[in-house]
C-alpha cells in the first residue's frame, strides 16, 4: 500500500504543477513558447516519416522482392506501421529533453519562480549558459542511451503474440515516465548541485512517486497537442516535486518546507 500510495503522490505533483501555472497564466504563457517550437519541429519530422514510411520499409526489407504481391505488400505494410510507431514513442519519450534544451533559460525561470513561492531559492551552483547547455545536452544524450537500452528490446517483444498486446505497453510506460522524471527534474536537482549519478541515484530511491509523475504524462504526451500546454505544469509540478519531496529543505526546527508561501507577486 505504501508504494501505491507513493505512485498516487507523485501523480499529485503533475496537478500540483497545474495549479500552480492556473495561479499564474503568465508563467504558463511563458514556458509554451520552447514546446511549441520542439512541437512544429516533431510534427514536420512525424509527417515525412509517415509520408515515407513504405518507401523506407520498402528499402529495408529487399529480400522481399520475390514475394508474392499480396504477402510483400502485407509485411511492409507492418513494417512501415511498426516505423511510423517508433517514431512516435521515441518523439514522446524524447520531447521533453529536446524542450528543455531548447528551452532552457525558460524552463530555468519558471522552476525558479516555483521555488520562490515556497521560499528560498537553492543558490551556488548556478552555470553560465555557454556551459549548462552543453552539460544539458550531454546528459539528455546519456539518458536517452539508457532509455533505448531498455525500450529496443521492448519494441521487438511488442511482435510476440500476446505479451506484446499486454505486459509490453505496461513496462514501456513504466520506462518512458522514470525517464521523462528523470528530465523534468534535472533544473531543480542541478539547482542543489546533484550531477546527473546523484540525481539518477535519487530517483531510484524514490521510484514510486517518480513512476506515478512520469506515466501520467507519458500519457497524456501520447496526446497531439498536449504535451505542449501540459509541458510548463510538469515543470512546476517536477520543481514541487524535487522541493517537497526528494530534496526538501531543512528548516532549523526540523521541520521541511513542504507548503506554498503567500503570494509574492511572481
Known sequence: MGHIRSFLDGIGFFFQGLRWVARYPRW????????????????IGLYFLGTNALD???WGTPFADGWGEAARTALRALVGLALFGAGVILSVVTFT????????PFYEKL?????????????GHELPLWKSIPRSVRDSLVTLGWLLLFTIPLFFLGFVPVIGQTVVP?????????????ELTTLALERRGLARKR?????RGNKAPALGFGVLLFLLFLIPFVAVI??????????IMVRTRLAPPVLPAGRTDGSPRVDRGV
Open 56 to 58: 523506407i520499409a520498402a
Open 111 to 123: 522552476s525558479e519562480k516555483v521555488e520562490e513561492t515556497y521560499g528560498e531559492v537553492p543558490t
Open 28 to 43: 504558463w504563457l511563458f514556458g509554451l513558447i520552447p514546446a511549441l517550437i520542439a512541437f512544429a519541429l516533431y510534427a
Open 170 to 182: 505496461v513496462l514501456g510506460a513504466l520506462v518512458s515516465g522514470f525517464f521523462l522524471t528523470i
Open 230 to 239: 501540459a509541458m510548463p505544469a510538469a515543470v512546476a509540478g517536477a520543481a
Open 199 to 203: 540525481r539518477f541515484g535519487l530517483l
Open 97 to 104: 529533453a529536446i524542450t528543455l534544451i531548447l528551452g532552457d
